[in-house]
């Protein structure tokens, strides 16, 4: 008899929302599965404020630990697709950083990444998430209004 635990196979459709204030991961068909915010550790607040000076006494340009990036694998893991929003440019792009971070440590989980989408993932809500996630997959089907019109305008 085996000792290991047996393995899950990923299943199903995830949305990761990054930024460096914290992620938020949507289980897109996952029926009674909330969104789920993980923030990364900030000891010294500096997350809170992006923005930097010139001559940056301390010369901090917002690298993030690595053990968040491990953890927001952790929590992808029973998925099979993942498609990743967020916004950024060099050091500030979270997309970027976690996806240097898989190709390093998760060769697995990076090739269940199916894309990624550009825009202030500050700003959205839920709905404009699932409009960006719908436009990505070309899901253009009829929606049921709760009123009995099916696709109508």
């Not at 085996?2 to 899950?8: G, M």
């Not at 789920?36 to 340009?61: C, F, S």
């Not at 953890?71 to 240097?100: D, V, W, Y």
């Not at 390093?104 to 998430?129: N, Y």
């Amino acid at each position: 008899m085996s000792t290991q635990p047996a393995t899950i196979e990923p299943m199903g459709h995830a949305i990761l929302l990054i930024s460096y204030h914290g992620a938020d991961i949507y289980p897109t068909d996952a029926s009674g599965s909330a969104p789920r915010r993980i923030v990364p550790e900030d000891p010294n607040g500096r997350l809170r404020t992006m923005h930097h000076k010139a001559n940056n006494p301390e010369g901090w340009y917002g690298r993030i630990e690595r053990s968040w990036y491990a953890e927001l694998a952790e929590a992808l893991r029973p998925a099979a697709q993942i498609l990743i929003i967020g916004n950024g440019k060099g050091h500030s792009n979270g997309t970027l950083q976690f996806m240097q971070y898989l190709a390093q440590h998760d060769h697995d989980l990076m090739k269940r990444i199916v894309g990624s989408i550009e825009s202030d993932a500050e700003d959205l809500t839920e709905a404009d998430i699932l409009a960006l996630a719908r436009e990505f997959y070309g899901d253009d089907s009829p929606r049921d209004r709760g009123d009995g019109r099916w696709g109508e305008n």
